[in-house]
């Protein structure tokens, strides 16, 4: 009644109106349909088993191949230093020198002592050869021959004697000419001229290292050697055939020492208080950057997995307390998987469990989808360099080179 009670034109207006909202109420499911029919653009990457050499990192603290400390060896005032701190030395070369004038003069007093003991011995020989003939003419008693011969032997005893002085004599005088052990470089002076140095207290006077080759002691848990020895006895790993093992050098600030070492051995005691044994790498160290006591890391060769399955390091998702999952692309839906994370290899994650070969990973894209979410795959391309050249794919970016509807819908059976 209220309708129709209008004016004409006002009639025309309304029924206008509700037809504007009637068509725009109907076209608004559609719309709404549609939006939600819309698959989000993500990058994905592929996996497909490929053989990858298996690495573990370990911390280390480097050690000098050699490490000489000059320690005095006679008691005496220093009075010369013959060499440049922190230089590098030659075997045999000079570095102190210890005040020898009380050397020399105990050195003389043996050589006195043992021409005493010479002249000594000529007049016990010549008597007993002169009683030898007197005793066959019964001139002499036996008494008196056995007297002289044994006088004869104790003046042969008292020229090695004598001889034996000398030559300690002239050890200690040596003593007083410091020279260094090994070739390498050479620290601090600890002592300065004037300083009395003891023999008896071994006083230190400066240390000599070796640094063209440095040793990198390491250690590993028990626990950890286990699982290496259980992998490559089952097959899980291939031995490495090159032989001894890899070592490269991690330094403090990340960046990748550009010389390869490589593993001596693996201890076989275990540290009590910390369950771990020591292994020991050698790398060589022309340019010294290697210090005594400086803490690296170090990535030790393991062995080789045939099957690896690798992605790259931002498709792996940390959950709030700790854990790792992938988001796989499955008929075109996202789905979170939990997976077990072991080594990085080149800037990829190896994964342990979890992933299967022929999976869709998703590498890109994140902040746009969520679980269940429908997605077109993209195959994913690494980032360029900074100088501009693209680097050198790995063996997860080589697998993508499909989008994910053409991945596989039958799940393999999982690794490990």
Request: proline share 7%.
């Amino acid at each position: 009644m209220l309708f129709t009670s209008l004016p004409y034109g006002q009639q025309v207006r309304v029924v206008a109106l509700s037809s504007l909202l009637f068509l725009a109420a109907c076209g608004e499911k559609p719309q709404q349909a549609a939006m939600g029919d819309m698959k989000v653009p993500v990058s994905v990457v592929t996996i497909q088993a490929t053989p990858a050499e298996v690495t573990v990192e370990l911390p280390g603290r480097v050690e000098a191949i050699k490490d000489a400390q000059i320690r005095a060896r006679v008691t005496g005032i220093v009075t010369e230093i013959n060499f440049k701190q922190g230089s590098d030395v030659k075997a045999g070369q000079l570095l102190f020198t210890i005040d020898p004038a009380p050397y020399r003069a105990v050195r003389a007093q043996a050589a006195a002592q043992l021409q005493r003991a010479e002249a000594d011995a000529k007049s016990a020989r010549l008597l007993a050869q002169r009683y030898a003939k007197l005793i066959k003419a019964n001139a002499v008693s036996r008494q008196e021959y056995d007297n002289a011969m044994a006088a004869a032997g104790q003046a042969d005893a008292a020229i090695a004697a004598a001889k034996a002085a000398l030559q300690t004599a002239d050890i200690d005088l040596g003593y007083t000419r410091v020279v260094s052990p090994i070739n390498g470089r050479i620290g601090k002076s600890l002592v300065t001229e004037g300083a009395l140095v003891s023999a008896s207290a071994a006083t230190q006077m400066a240390t000599v290292q070796q640094l063209d080759k440095v040793y990198v002691d390491l250690t590993r848990s028990t626990t950890e050697l286990a699982q290496l020895r259980r992998a490559l006895a089952s097959g899980e790993l291939e031995p490495s055939s090159e032989g001894a093992a890899k070592a490269q050098a991690i330094l403090e600030d990340g960046s990748i020492y550009d010389r390869p070492g490589e593993l001596l051995f693996s201890g076989v005691t275990v540290d009590p208080t910390t369950g771990q044994v020591t292994l020991r790498a050698e790398f060589p160290n022309p340019d010294q950057i290697l210090l005594p006591g400086m803490y690296i890391r170090v990535q030790l060769q393991q062995g080789v997995d045939e099957k690896a399955l690798l992605v790259p390091q931002q498709a792996l998702q940390r959950t709030a307390d700790g854990r790792s999952s992938l988001m796989l692309v499955k008929e075109g839906k996202v789905q979170v998987v939990p997976v077990s994370v072991g080594p990085r290899i080149n800037g990829n994650w190896m994964i342990m469990r979890g992933l299967n070969s022929g999976d869709v990973v998703v590498v890109e894209g994140f902040q746009k989808i969520r679980p269940g979410a429908s997605v077109q795959g993209i195959p994913w391309k690494p980032a360029a360099t900074a100088q501009g050249q693209p680097p050198s794919p790995s063996p997860a970016a080589e697998a993508a080179s499909k989008p994910a509807e053409d991945a596989p819908t039958t799940d393999p059976a999982p690794k490990g």
